[in-house]
């Protein structure tokens, strides 16, 4: 029995030794080597990436990335929680909203993130409709600042908040909220006290999947942040391109995978994964 | 197995090629005419597998593995020398290149390559700054756009080599300088003007300035031209305290089995003909100074991609960076970015 358990896990653990540990390996080995003169990578191997990693200038980067990703996955929970209800309850027009939240992903992020550039812009769509109506005189400075960069991202991942916590609304007994409301509870007060509890591994889920692609952004913030604001992922993507240093970046987002890492783990430690 | 056999055993499979001799050309997009290929193939019997890039960092990637299984690529003139010292390139033979007098007088000994060892330029260009003339006054001088009328209605280059050489300039500092005294005070004048800067863009820029929400940017010569082409109260200037100048270059890699075709293929794209129609097309600046002559009038004389010789004394060169400058410029890149 035992052997065969082995056998079949197999191609399960091959995928993981395949696709994740070696990938994963040769970045942590590319992370200790050093750039070579013209780029690429070379020996020597030592710890002077890390080292250039303490910089205040880049702390200062991955907080401002934790707090934009952070604000973009509180505005998911807003508007996705309230969807995913709306989805939940809307008998059997479900799998038509359920395919409309997953209609974006049938383009890519790039044209859609171009599409707000069009929407956003001085010129654009939002702005001459005001203008045109009178409502503003000059255009609003929609573009190019954090407000943008937030709402892309929000945009972006809003369907990850929405699945999961649908998934736990769409098991929830209805027979729990007729019950609070025998009990006399107002629909406000079923919805805080039932409805919210019952949700809260959805909602959870649905933060973590949000906020970690979030982290780790960088087509958002230069598309729509116009380069003015820097998050953690456009630095390392600029050693993979311009600065041509993959060693320096490849510490950067070993550093970054470490430390959503570490964060998952005491979430876990403190009792959060009875939410997941 | 090489990729190239690799490659070659599948299109030998598929039948049709079979003995064909196979050029592969990977350059910049929009660099080409839409015969210019087809042409030389029909010319040389051969087959070329053409593919484009849109950064000289996205080629090396590819091409830095030493068996990427191209022949021809077109780096920028500051990376001939590294790739040539890096031992991935393969030496020019100028007998087999009998074309290469065509080229502008300007480029047939340049800085970074005397004799042509290793590289042909193909193209180049400048940057500066493109503006509406519906603004008074108009910029002339990098300083101005440091100026507070243009609050919120320009943008930089979203290129640290561009945007930290025009604050070098305008301080009146060499554009490849190493010196981090040097490059610290373009750093600070950049901090200094970013609250005026409405965003870091580069080719996007274009599209903003001609639909008017752009007052002026620093841009590209050749991206300024294509905007002034569609909307006539725009216009271009070389700036007066100086400007960076590129050149795009053709190089056979050392890898390449296929020497022979990858030099009648150069040589082909320095018939004045050829390279004359690529520009009709690119309408960027040809280093093919026979071609230009040859030029529809709107290009042959547009004062933007071909500015006039006593506005190209004031152009510099860019160059290789030692290692150390390199990951300095990229530090204080961030931070300019991050402030």
């Known amino acids: 029995m035992n052997r065969l358990r082995f056998w079949t896990l197999v191609p399960a653990r091959a995928l993981n030794f395949l696709f994740f540990l070696v990938p994963m390996g040769i970045v942590v080995l590319y992370s200790l080597m050093t750039r070579g003169p013209y780029g690429g990578q070379a020996p020597p191997f030592n710890l002077d990436n890390y080292v250039r990693l303490a910089d205040p200038l880049y702390l200062t980067i991955l907080l401002r990335s934790f707090w934009i990703a952070g604000i973009s996955t509180f505005f998911?929970?807003?508007?996705?929680?309230?969807?995913?209800?709306?989805?939940?309850?809307?008998?059997?027009?479900?799998?038509?909203?359920?395919?409309?939240?997953?209609?974006?992903?049938?383009?890519?992020?790039?044209?859609?993130?171009?599409?707000?550039?069009?929407?956003?812009?001085?010129?654009?769509?939002?702005?001459?409709?005001?203008?045109?109506?009178?409502?503003?005189?000059?255009?609003?400075?929609?573009?190019?600042?954090?407000?943008?960069?937030?709402?892309?991202?929000?945009?972006?991942?809003?369907?990850?908040?929405?699945?999961?916590?649908?998934?736990?609304?769409?098991?929830?007994?209805?027979?729990?909220?007729?019950?609070?409301?025998?009990?006399?509870?107002?629909?406000?007060?079923?919805?805080?006290?039932?409805?919210?509890?019952?949700?809260?591994?959805?909602?959870?889920?649905?933060?973590?999947?949000?906020?970690i692609p979030c982290l780790g952004a960088y087509l958002t913030p230069d598309l729509l942040g116009g380069g003015k604001s820097v998050m953690i992922g456009n630095v390392?993507?600029?050693?993979?391109?311009?600065?041509?240093?993959?060693?320096?970046?490849?510490?950067?987002?070993?550093?970054?995978?470490?430390l959503v890492m570490v964060l998952l783990w005491l979430f876990v430690r403190k009792g959060g994964d009875k939410y997941l | 197995?090489?990729?190239?056999?690799?490659?070659?055993?599948?299109?030998?499979?598929?039948?049709?090629?079979?003995?064909?001799?196979?050029?592969?050309?990977?350059?910049?997009?929009?660099?080409?005419?839409?015969?210019?290929?087809?042409?030389?193939?029909?010319e040389f019997d051969c087959e070329v597998r053409y593919h484009v890039y849109e950064s000289n960092e996205e080629m090396l990637a590819k091409v830095f593995s030493g068996n990427s299984g191209w022949d021809v690529v077109f780096p920028s003139n500051y990376y001939v020398g590294p790739m040539a010292q890096t031992q991935l390139l393969a030496k020019l033979n100028h007998s087999k290149l009998g074309n290469i007098n065509n080229l502008d007088a300007r480029l047939r000994n340049p800085v970074w390559d005397k004799d042509l060892e290793w590289s042909v330029p193909y193209m180049w260009g400048a940057a500066g700054i493109a503006y509406t003339t519906k603004h008074e006054p108009a910029p002339a001088r990098w300083a101005d756009l440091w100026h507070e009328s243009f609050k919120g209605r320009i943008t930089m280059l979203d290129d640290?080599?561009?945007?930290?050489?025009?604050?070098?300039?305008?301080?009146?500092?060499?554009l490849n300088t190493a010196d981090p005294e040097h490059l610290g005070k373009a750093k600070d004048e950049l901090i200094r003007q970013k609250p005026l800067v409405r965003a870091y863009l580069n080719a996007e820029a274009r599209d903003q300035l001609v639909a008017g929400d752009l007052l002026a940017c620093q841009t590209w010569a050749t991206t300024a031209s294509q905007a002034i082409e569609a909307a006539k109260h725009l216009a271009f200037v070389f700036p007066a305290e100086g400007f960076s100048v590129y050149s795009d270059c053709a190089v056979i890699l050392r890898e390449s089995n296929e020497q022979e075709l990858a030099h009648q293929f150069i040589n082909y794209l320095l018939r004045a003909p050829v390279a004359a129609a690529i520009v009709n097309h690119s309408k960027t600046a040809t280093a093919n100074g026979a071609a230009r002559a040859m030029l529809a009038p709107v290009l042959r004389d547009n004062q933007v991609l071909y500015p006039p010789e006593s506005v190209l004394e004031r152009g510099e060169w860019f160059a290789p960076l030692p290692p150390g400058a390199q990951q300095l410029r990229d530090r204080m890149w961030t931070e300019i970015k991050s402030a």
Do not use: H
Request: charged share 15%; hydrophobic share 50%; with cysteine.
């Open chain 1, 236 to 258: 390392v993507q600029n050693q993979f391109t311009t600065a041509r240093d993959w060693p320096f970046g490849a510490s950067l987002s070993l550093v970054l995978t470490g």
């Open chain 2, 1 to 42: 197995m090489r990729r190239r056999t690799f490659f070659l055993g599948l299109s030998g499979l598929a039948g049709c090629t079979r003995g064909k001799r196979r050029l592969n050309v990977f350059n910049w997009s929009d660099y080409i005419g839409p015969n210019t290929v087809p042409r030389f193939e029909f």
């Open chain 2, 160 to 174: 640290a080599a561009e945007t930290l050489g025009a604050a070098l300039k305008k301080l009146g500092l060499p």
């Open chain 1, 76 to 211: 998911a929970m807003l508007l996705g929680f309230p969807l995913a209800l709306f989805i939940a309850n809307s008998g059997k027009s479900r799998s038509m909203y359920l395919n409309l939240v997953m209609l974006p992903f049938w383009t890519s992020f790039l044209v859609r993130t171009y599409a707000w550039m069009f929407l956003l812009r001085d010129t654009g769509l939002i702005n001459s409709g005001l203008m045109a109506l009178g409502v503003i005189r000059e255009p609003l400075p929609m573009l190019y600042n954090d407000a943008a960069v937030v709402l892309g991202l929000v945009y972006g991942y809003l369907p990850f908040m929405v699945l999961p916590i649908y998934s736990t609304l769409e098991k929830l007994d209805p027979s729990l909220l007729e019950a609070a409301a025998d009990l006399g509870a107002t629909p406000w007060v079923s919805l805080w006290r039932v409805t919210v509890p019952l949700a809260l591994p959805g909602i959870v889920a649905g933060s973590i999947l949000v906020f």
